[in-house]
């Protein structure tokens, strides 16, 4: 037990298992914009499973260290009992017609700022800024009022989860059986088309986050049960660690670096690593003044939306369904119905119909 003891336990632990999301991700063009727009626009629903995926492992394994006793994550912001609903569904919507504005989320910017894109390293820093003034700056206070103070309160549960509201309401333990259907519901929708031969290495990327999410589980929860320090029962989640990591660069103040601030760092450390395999690493920056207010109004969206939601599309998309929240699907399809405006808007200058399909997408 003397490495769960070390202080940096956590953050070495996120750094590998970001390393190993970002490489993955990056050797298989690993996107959830890609994947929504593809499915809008394009009828092709290969990238919405391969993402499933991740979400079906991740809850495989998280729960099944739940069930047996490995990990207690009890105190996971995603378990509260205060169900921000303003701000899941709000918060989602913003988040994902900033993605779109940018051209990905918080995770896919650390994956192509790992290849050299410049573009996303301003992004990013946006998102940092708005996050924090989001969280506890000036922009906080409006936070409150819309979001915290108009919180359902699911405390007769226990806590926001579908098997511990359920349960709540039945007065029977269905963790068991809920996370059997939940799993075998994901498993029909990723494995019912099978899978095609140009998506393979996506699929395999997918499966490979999923498992770091649950990795990431593990780690926080032994750091927490057995370090010297406090340490915050999280997963993958790319917009507050975000601006963890710039605070963490810029006004390092002796507090030990977190697992997701591990888990940033690492997926650009992994997104490095597969863009030199690939050959792939070169400098990319905005062609003009136009599309770097766009990417700063996008991620500017993306740090605001994603603090008020608690999270991104990984964060409440895949951890938080690892979880069973019961934010996890109001955030997503918030999130995909943001996203498919910004599309809109993008595509057609908002004069494009929300559900019209494209046939010249390029093909993969």
């Known amino acids: 037990m003397d490495v769960l003891q070390w202080p940096w336990f956590a953050f070495a632990g996120g750094l590998l298992a970001g390393a190993c999301a970002g490489l993955a991700a990056r050797l298989a063009s690993f996107c959830t914009l890609n994947a929504i727009e593809r499915w809008f626009y394009a009828g092709d629903l290969s990238g919405l499973r391969s993402w499933a995926l991740a979400g079906l492992v991740a809850l495989v394994l998280t729960q099944s260290m739940l069930i047996v006793g490995v990990v207690d994550l009890s105190q996971s912001f995603y378990l509260s009992p205060l169900l921000g609903l303003t701000g899941a569904i709000g918060g989602g919507l913003m988040f994902g017609y900033g993605m779109a504005l940018v051209g990905t989320c918080g995770f896919g910017a650390l994956v192509r700022l790992g290849g050299g894109s410049l573009k996303s390293l301003v992004a990013l820093i946006v998102l940092a800024v708005f996050a924090l003034a989001t969280q506890k700056g000036v922009l906080s206070i409006l936070r409150v009022v819309t979001v915290d103070n108009l919180a359902l309160d699911l405390s007769p549960a226990g806590e926001q989860s579908l098997p511990g509201v359920v349960s709540a309401l039945t007065g029977l333990d269905l963790r068991i059986p809920m996370v059997i259907a939940v799993a075998l519901g994901l498993g029909t929708f990723v494995f019912s088309g099978g899978i095609p031969r140009r998506a393979r290495a996506r699929f395999a990327a997918g499966g490979v986050i999923g498992a770091a999410i649950a990795a990431g589980w593990l780690i926080s929860s032994l750091a927490s049960q057995y370090g010297f320090t406090i340490v915050q029962i999280e997963s993958m989640s790319f917009v507050v660690p975000v601006a963890d990591t710039v605070i963490q660069?810029?006004?390092?103040?002796g507090i030990l670096p977190d697992l997701g601030v591990g888990m940033v760092i690492g997926v650009v450390a992994g997104a490095a690593a597969g863009?030199?395999?690939?050959?792939?690493?070169?400098w990319e920056a905005c062609d003009d003044a136009r599309e770097l207010s766009r990417h700063m109004a996008g991620a500017a969206l993306m740090g605001i939306g994603g603090v008020c939601a608690m999270?991104?599309?990984?964060?409440?998309g895949v951890s938080a369904l690892s979880l069973m929240a019961v934010s996890a699907p109001i955030v997503l399809i918030s999130i995909i119905l943001g996203a498919r405006l910004g599309l809109a808007y993008l595509i057609g200058g908002a004069s494009l119909p929300l559900f019209r399909r494209r046939d010249d997408l390029p093909a993969e």
């Open 249 to 253: 660069i810029t006004a390092y103040t």
């Open 311 to 316: 999270g991104c599309t990984i964060g409440q």
């Open 275 to 282: 863009a030199l395999i690939r050959h792939d690493v070169r």
